[in-house]
């Protein structure tokens, strides 16, 4: 059964460094998302994008964080200059309609 | 702001039960409606989508819509241990943005 992969699993970074967190949709999956959940919170929804574009971004979403489908498989999400409050479990989805998202198992970001 | 609120729980149920959760959601404008179930330390796996008022059987699940109340609720028949998660509720609220509920928290004794 095809899945929603990422890597890594789990990085660590040190405050103000960049981090790029890379996801691989499924294959015929036309709508990809970022989500991110500090532990013991909430998932909160990040990004939705589209058609090479975003199509919407939640008001964490702000300068510091971009994202990219570089090629024709992989979907990644950039921190620019990460701080304390960045660290949670990051989990990309994707879907075929803008409606059924299926997860991937996350990656879980420590910045120290 | 958009919400989705959900009772935290615990819920605990003994084994073979009914587990029922609820949810409301504050957006009028949201179509689709999605139940999640989420192990400690995992990612959510989606278990249920419902996008009409009604019910919506699938195995042991049933999900239920309420629009006109802004209600949504999961049933779980004949509970099993391994049913022992977080349940989240989400809603699809328009555009391309789905809003989470903080989750219910389900035990299941056996």
Redesign the interface.
């Known amino acids: 059964e095809p899945e929603v992969t990422q890597t890594p699993s789990h990085q660590v970074t040190q405050m103000g460094q960049e981090v790029i967190l890379r996801c691989v949709p499924i294959s015929n999956h036309l709508y990809f998302y970022w989500y991110r959940q500090i532990l013991g919170q909430k998932v909160e929804f990040l990004v939705s994008f589209y058609n090479n574009e975003i199509s919407e971004k939640s008001e964490i979403f702000d300068d510091q964080f971009s994202v990219e489908r570089p090629d024709g498989s992989n979907f990644t999400l950039k921190i620019r200059s990460t701080k304390l409050e960045d660290s949670a479990m990051y989990f990309c989805a994707s879907t075929e309609r803008d409606y059924e998202q299926y997860f991937g198992p996350g990656t879980r970001l420590t910045v120290t | 702001q958009k919400e989705v609120e959900q009772n935290s729980g615990p819920l605990s149920v003994p084994e073979g039960a009914i587990a029922s959760l609820n949810c409301t959601y504050s957006d009028r404008g949201s179509q ?1 409606f ?1 139940w ?1 179930r989420q192990y400690s330390g ?5 278990i249920m ?1 419902i ?1 009409s008022n009604g019910d919506k059987e699938d195995g042991r699940f049933t999900a239920q819509l309420n629009k006109a109340s802004q209600y949504v609720s999961l049933l779980i028949r004949d509970s099993q241990p391994s049913d022992s998660a977080t349940y ?1 509720c ?1 809603a ?1 609220t328009g ?9 219910t928290r389900l035990f299941v004794k056996a």
């Open positions: 689709s999605f999640y995992k990612s959510p796996e989606l989508s996008y989240l989400a699809h555009g391309f943005k789905t809003i989470f509920g903080a989750g």
